[in-house]
């Protein structure tokens, strides 16, 4: 998808070409260390060149503004704790499922909003981002957002400066990270947000956005095809709870802080969340926010 016109006849010469284009581009930034070189795997050389349309000298500028932003940014060294009270309510989580494709799911609920910090937010939502790149399955590159606007008013409405400042990242510094989203039952309060919101998106994030709505066919028929229901919560049309438990949820965290810490090569360890957790616990060889996709 928005990729240069792919000819059946000559998979072999596309492929090719296409880790030319890789290699253009390794060649183009240069020999990197640290937390560069971990960043910049093949995967991610591929996700910035899709992102640009295999255009090297475009992805090259695009990809050296991200390790400027990650350098200075610094989303891997984002502790739970730092985001935790951000948390509390369940305004944005990782499901314990995945899409048919086998892609992380993170659940966002605007209306669960308890916070008016903009920099709280942006860092809450992108250490949720980190850790759900972090946990994509071995060969998957994308992420799904389902977003429930139960609750969704003027009072708790994401302020617009937060909102542009949050498509900005992801847009520039996520490329190719976001497969799908979908809006579910938006109020009319989001449809007059949503006419300032979208001339922040490029082309491609437009047309990612799905606007979903419970008593249409084609809505109901098009969540089918994404989502197995019986692990859908029935917030967005499924026979499941969504039951946001916090504590729970932090300890999940937590070993994800070990996690990352230990991928990244950091050598400060997580700080113990404090919500009841006396001292880290141990992390699975192989641990999984969900249960792995078949």
């Not at 992805?59 to 985001?83: C, F, G, H, N």
């Not at 007059?192 to 491609?204: C, E, G, N, S």
């Not at 095809?225 to 729970?248: C, M, R, V």
């Amino acid at each position: 998808m928005f990729r240069k016109k792919h000819t059946q006849n000559h998979p072999e010469a596309v492929h090719a070409d296409e880790d030319a284009k890789m290699t253009e581009l390794r060649a183009a930034i240069g020999p990197l260390s640290g937390r560069s070189f971990t960043y910049c795997t093949d995967a991610c050389l591929r996700r910035y060149l899709v992102a640009r349309n295999w255009n090297v000298e475009k992805a090259k500028k695009m990809l050296e503004d991200t390790l400027q932003w990650r350098a200075s940014y610094k989303p891997e060294e984002i502790t739970w704790p730092e985001v935790a009270f951000e948390g509390e309510t369940g305004k944005v989580s990782i499901a314990n499922f995945h899409d048919r494709l086998g892609r992380t799911v993170v659940i966002m609920r605007p209306g669960l909003q308890n916070s008016t910090s903009t920099e709280g937010n942006i860092r809450h939502l992108f250490y949720l981002i980190e850790k759900a790149v972090l946990n994509l399955a071995e060969g998957q590159e994308q992420m799904v957002w389902l977003i429930d606007f139960t609750g969704l008013s003027y009072k708790n409405n994401v302020p617009i400066k937060t909102t542009r400042e949050i498509v900005h990242i992801l847009q520039n510094h996520y490329p190719e990270t976001l497969g799908l989203a979908f809006l579910y039952n938006p109020p009319m309060i989001f449809h007059t947000f949503w006419k300032v919101v979208k001339y922040f998106l490029d082309p491609i994030t437009f047309q990612k956005v799905n606007f979903i709505y419970s008593k249409n066919k084609d809505s109901v028929e098009l969540m089918g095809s994404f989502f197995d229901t019986e692990n859908l919560p029935s917030e967005f049309g499924g026979k499941a709870s969504l039951k946001y438990d916090h504590e729970e949820f932090s300890k999940l965290m937590t070993q994800y802080d070990i996690k990352t810490a230990s991928y990244w090569g950091l050598d400060q360890k997580p700080h113990t969340v404090t919500n009841g957790l006396e001292k880290l616990e141990e992390v699975p060889e192989h641990l999984h926010l969900a249960p792995p996709a078949t």
